[in-house]
């Protein structure tokens, strides 16, 4: 089965060494979901979700509570938020799949594209948590993000919904 760059990073989790921030619930004012996040990423809440980005710059990650009531507008709002951060999707190589994710149901589409350091991996996850959807945003410099991936994947996995 053909995998999205999210959902084969989080198989890798089993290697990951890295060290790890204080459990995060997001967003702050009513929480849908926590997360734990290595220190090192700087990882920040914003108005919906929280973001960080790899030590060594190769990797941007966000988690936020989608505004969308479906997945197609969901990845249309996604695609727009890329654009406006200067990201480009090549919509042919579009790989979509389905599974869960800490029991959870999960949606993943990824891309090959650039961003302002040329050549990038782009991911879009919609996860449903309760009756919320949460949205995961990638994108990596191809090449260097393989460094990463332990890290993405210890991210991913430590998703689950707030108390």
Known sequence: MHRTILASVAAALLF??????????????????????????????TETGIDATAPDNSIYLAVDVATADNTEATVKEAIEYLKEQGVTVDAASAKQDEGTL???????????????????????????????????????????????????????????PAN
């Not at 891309?111 to 949205?135: E, H």
């Open 16 to 45: 990951t060494t890295s060290a790890f921030a204080a459990e995060i619930s997001f967003p702050s004012d009513a929480p849908v979901a926590t997360m734990t996040i290595p220190d090192d990423w700087g990882p920040k809440e």
């Open 102 to 160: 800490n029991g959870m149901p999960l949606f993943t589409i990824s891309w090959s594209g650039t961003d302002a350091d040329g050549p990038a991996s782009i991911g879009l996850a919609a996860v449903t948590v309760g009756d919320k959807n949460l949205v995961f945003t990638y994108w990596g410099t191809q090449g260097e993000e393989d460094k990463n991936a332990e890290a993405v994947n210890a991210i991913m996995r430590s998703l689950k």
